[in-house]
């Protein structure tokens, strides 16, 4: 790789690029792959029953076992991964030119590779862009466990200072359950409309100056709660209802309800606000990548960390149940289910391989998919320990060593 590939994104550079934030993700690609990123239309998905939150008895969460953020502390076969699989990854990054910033993968609590190529690092603060839903639907179930506000709320009953253009009965009954799902019905033609054209619907948004008006504005299309549009316009609402719900800012709640339970300091993460001060629902956050992995570790847990409820069990449960999209979680092929974000942000999640695997970078979704789907879970051989293989071992290190050095 040339260092040209690993020039900085600036997050209020053009505007195409911030436009293009939250896309959401392309199909799991063929072996045969492209590198540039062509938004392609979300697909309609049928209604599917929405998984009832009501709490059912289960035994007391296994205490979180405290991975050490701070350091490889295992080699990859300890935990039954095979490096030489993953040294085939890193082939592939450096073979197709693939502008990955970082790779991080964990297995039974422990980091068994972290990568980062230069100038990025473990304490350099990255867009999730659209991974951003996944933690504001972590806050909004909170909110609903602690009463703040319940999934059949009507959302435009938060709204009654604000008089709303195309508002009827059809937009009335829009709930929250129907922003968390992208089911709110609202006319919103953003993943299928180029993110390049001036004519896409998101970037109307955010050249507005309120992103919360501008959405509440538009005309209906469909019935509430019918079907799925790809929409970061309701993120948005959905982020001003639990800011007007809770009486305190999305990055407050944040704070005080997520980040600081999870260790989380200050300075490793930062959530922008759309012109209102509204915090950016569906793409404003930005983070390290160890921090991204203790997010998706949380969730493995069950919203359990180091022994505390953190996001409630049954709100776990139902954001990554429903198939292909839950409460702002994206359901994956290979069992698990994921935050996604343009440019090949990923916190993905596989349970029944006790797997967390965050990846950033400027490259295409679909590649980013491909890196988890064709060697990080293949490379999982084992329940237990794998023998040792330190030829592997070396050259897999030498590969996370060369990407990381500036004069590579």
């Given at each position: 790789?040339?260092?040209?590939?690993?020039?900085?994104?600036?997050?209020?550079?053009?505007?195409?690029?911030?436009?293009?934030?939250?896309?959401?993700?392309?199909?799991?690609?063929?072996?045969?792959?492209?590198?540039?990123?062509?938004?392609?239309?979300?697909?309609?998905?049928?209604?599917?029953?929405?998984?009832?939150?009501?709490?059912t008895p289960t035994s007391t969460p296994t205490p979180t076992p405290t991975p050490l953020w701070s350091a490889r502390t295992s080699?990859?076969?300890?935990?039954?991964?095979?490096?030489?699989?993953?040294?085939?990854?890193?082939?592939?990054?450096?073979?197709?030119?693939?502008?990955?910033?970082?790779?991080?993968?964990?297995?039974?609590?422990?980091?068994?590779?972290?990568?980062?190529?230069?100038?990025?690092?473990?304490?350099?603060?990255?867009?999730?862009?659209?991974?951003?839903?996944?933690?504001?639907?972590?806050?909004?179930?909170?909110?609903?466990?602690?009463?703040?506000?319940?999934?059949?709320?009507?959302?435009?009953?938060?709204?009654?200072?604000?008089?709303?253009?195309?508002?009827?009965?059809?937009?009335?009954?829009?709930?929250?359950?129907?922003?968390?799902?992208?089911?709110?019905?609202?006319?919103?033609?953003?993943?299928?409309?180029?993110?390049?054209?001036?004519?896409?619907?998101?970037?109307?948004?955010?050249?507005?100056?309120?992103?919360?008006?501008?959405?509440?504005?538009?005309?209906?299309?469909?019935?509430?709660?019918?079907t799925f549009n790809y929409s970061t316009g309701d993120s948005q609402i959905m982020g001003a209802i639990l800011a007007k719900a809770?009486?305190?800012?999305?990055?407050?709640?944040?704070?005080?309800?997520?980040?600081?339970?999870?260790?989380?300091?200050?300075?490793?993460?930062?959530?922008?606000?759309?012109?209102?001060?509204?915090?950016?629902?569906?793409?404003?956050?930005?983070?390290?990548?160890?921090?991204?992995?203790?997010?998706?570790?949380?969730?493995?847990?069950?919203?359990?960390?180091?022994?505390?409820?953190?996001?409630?069990?049954?709100?776990?449960?139902?954001?990554?149940?429903?198939?292909?999209?839950g409460y702002q979680w994206w359901r994956l092929a290979n069992g698990g289910y994921a935050a996604l974000g343009y440019g090949g942000?990923?916190?993905?999640?596989?349970?029944?391989?006790?797997?967390?695997?965050?990846?950033?970078?400027?490259?295409?979704?679909?590649?980013?998919?491909?890196?988890?789907?064709?060697?990080?879970?293949?490379?999982?051989?084992?329940?237990?320990?794998?023998?040792?293989?330190?030829?592997?071992?070396?050259?897999?290190?030498?590969?996370?060593?060369?990407?990381?050095?500036?004069?590579?």
């Open positions: 790789m040339t260092r040209a590939h690993f020039k900085k994104l600036v997050w209020l550079g053009a505007l195409v690029a911030f436009v293009a934030s939250c896309v959401p993700p392309a199909a799991v690609p063929t072996p045969t792959l492209t590198l540039t990123a062509v938004p392609t239309p979300t697909p309609t998905l049928t209604p599917t029953s929405t998984p009832t939150l009501t709490a080699t990859p076969e300890e935990q039954g991964i095979d490096s030489a699989t993953l040294v085939r990854m890193f082939d592939y990054i450096a073979d197709q030119e693939a502008e990955v910033h970082s790779v991080l993968v964990i297995r039974n609590g422990v980091v068994v590779t972290e990568a980062y190529s230069w100038p990025y690092n473990r304490d350099r603060l990255h867009g999730l862009a659209s991974c951003t839903k996944s933690f504001l639907s972590a806050l909004v179930g909170t909110a609903i466990d602690e009463g703040y506000l319940s999934l059949d709320d009507k959302a435009l009953d938060y709204f009654p200072e604000r008089t709303i253009k195309n508002d009827g009965p059809l937009k009335r009954e829009i709930t929250v359950e129907d922003l968390l799902r992208m089911r709110s019905g609202l006319d919103w033609p953003e993943s299928s409309v180029s993110y390049s054209s001036g004519k896409n619907i998101l970037g109307e948004m955010m050249r507005s100056p309120d992103w919360v008006q501008f959405v509440l504005d538009r005309p209906m299309a469909t019935t509430p709660g019918s809770t009486g305190m800012s999305v990055q407050k709640f944040a704070r005080t309800r997520l980040f600081e339970p999870l260790g989380v300091p200050p300075s490793h993460w930062r959530w922008r606000s759309a012109p209102e001060g509204v915090a950016f629902g569906g793409g404003g956050l930005s983070m390290t990548p160890p921090e991204m992995a203790k997010f998706g570790y949380l969730y493995l847990q069950g919203g359990v960390w180091e022994g505390k409820q953190i996001v409630p069990a049954e709100w776990v449960e139902a954001s990554v149940t429903p198939p292909q999209y942000q990923r916190i993905a999640v596989v349970p029944h391989l006790d797997l967390v695997v965050v990846i950033t970078g400027s490259f295409s979704g679909a590649t980013s998919g491909y890196l988890v789907d064709a060697f990080i879970v293949p490379a999982v051989r084992s329940s237990g320990p794998l023998p040792a293989n330190p030829e592997a071992l070396a050259e897999l290190e030498a590969h996370v060593e060369k990407i990381a050095s500036p004069g590579r």
